[in-house]
């Protein structure tokens, strides 16, 4: 409701999310079908909307999954207490805890992001957008809505 509510009448969003269980995800939020969604659609004020799932291409995929999904799960779960990941509420995350431990090290973080997408750009297009059907869980989602 919130995101209906910073637009205009006629206004459009655009929106992107992982669209994964907290067993698989770090998210709370998720939708089984394209039904559920669309139901907190229209209750948020939206008047229409379409739903695509977006999957990285092969040579994008390849180069996420080694070079950020890898180093990430792993770096989960050393720092996890229990060995079981729970869902993520930003302002309870170690980033947004402790960024100002980040900060000397942004420039070099920035230049790993910077590097890793034009990797990936390289091998060409890097998403592939599809229509889903009713099912809609374990996908990367995309949302295009009107208010």
């Known amino acids: 409701m919130n ?20 067993s698989l995800s770090p998210g709370m939020t998720h939708f089984r ?6 139901r907190l659609m ?7 909307w379409s739903i695509s799932s977006l999957k990285l291409r092969r040579h994008a995929g390849f180069l996420y999954e080694y070079l950020h999904e890898r180093p990430i799960r792993a770096y989960r779960r050393y720092r996890s207490r229990n060995g079981l990941p729970r869902p993520l509420i930003y302002d309870e995350s170690w980033a947004f805890q402790h960024g100002s431990r980040l900060e000397p090290f942004k420039y070099a973080l920035h230049t790993a992001w910077l590097a890793l997408s034009v990797t ?3 091998g060409g297009p890097v998403f592939a957008r599809a229509p ?6 374990n996908r990367n989602l995309i949302v295009l809505a009107r208010r």
């Open 33 to 38: 079908t394209r039904a559920g969604l669309g």
């Open 42 to 48: 229209a209750t948020a004020g939206f008047t229409q």
């Open 3 to 22: 995101l209906a509510s910073v637009l205009r009448p006629g206004g459009r969003l655009l929106l992107q999310f992982p669209n994964y269980p907290p």
């Open 132 to 137: 889903v059907g009713d099912d809609i869980l």
């Open 120 to 122: 990936m750009r390289a």
